[in-house]
């Protein structure tokens, strides 16, 4: 199962990023090109927000069931002078839920400004914070599988 769950978590990887790209991409481009706030736009960020969210659920499952994270919780001293079990047992988690604060506030200050310019301005600003962090959080140093 932990397989699986770490094969689904590797590939909606790339989701997540693409689509936060994307929603990033709409945000900048909104404040730079002094366009209307519109639908495209908000739906951009909301699957930004979805996917990290699915991405966040299929993580925890990981996370509960991973032999990496199972077995460092069973000594966690040694699990943090150890450089790649503390990546995932606790650098990885904090990057990606600090990621999800940014996308969800980022969300919520969208919908609450009043002019299409701060829409795009608070967008821009919580999307490439979320996305920094999301590039961040990823082992580049594993990308064959994990």
């Known amino acids: ?12 990887r790339w989701l ?3 689509v936060g790209l994307v929603a990033v991409a709409r945000a900048v481009s909104g404040v ?3 366009r209307v706030y519109g639908a495209a736009d908000k739906k ?13 659920l299929v993580g925890l499952v990981l996370y509960a069931v ?9 000594d966690m001293a040694a699990a943090m002078h150890d450089a790649p079990t503390r990546f995932f047992v606790a650098e990885h988690p904090v990057f ?3 990621s999800l604060v940014f996308v969800h506030v980022g969300s919520v200050l969208t919908k609450r400004a009043e002019f299409d310019r701060a829409k795009f ?6 999307y490439a914070a979320a996305m920094g962090l999301v ?3 990823i082992p580049w140093w594993r990308l064959g599988g994990s």
Not at 1 to 12: C, D
Request: glycine fraction near 8%; include cysteine; hydrophobic fraction near 60%.
């Open 1 to 12: 199962m932990a397989h699986t769950l770490l094969l689904v978590h590797s590939y909606l």
């Open 16 to 18: 997540v990023v693409a």
């Open 32 to 34: 730079v090109g002094a």
């Open 44 to 56: 951009a960020g909301l699957f930004f927000t979805i996917t990290l969210d699915v991405q966040l």
């Open 66 to 74: 991973s032999p990496v994270t199972v077995g460092a919780m069973k």
């Open 96 to 98: 990606m839920l600090l």
């Open 121 to 126: 301005v608070r967008s821009a600003v919580c």
């Open 135 to 137: 590039l961040a959080g």
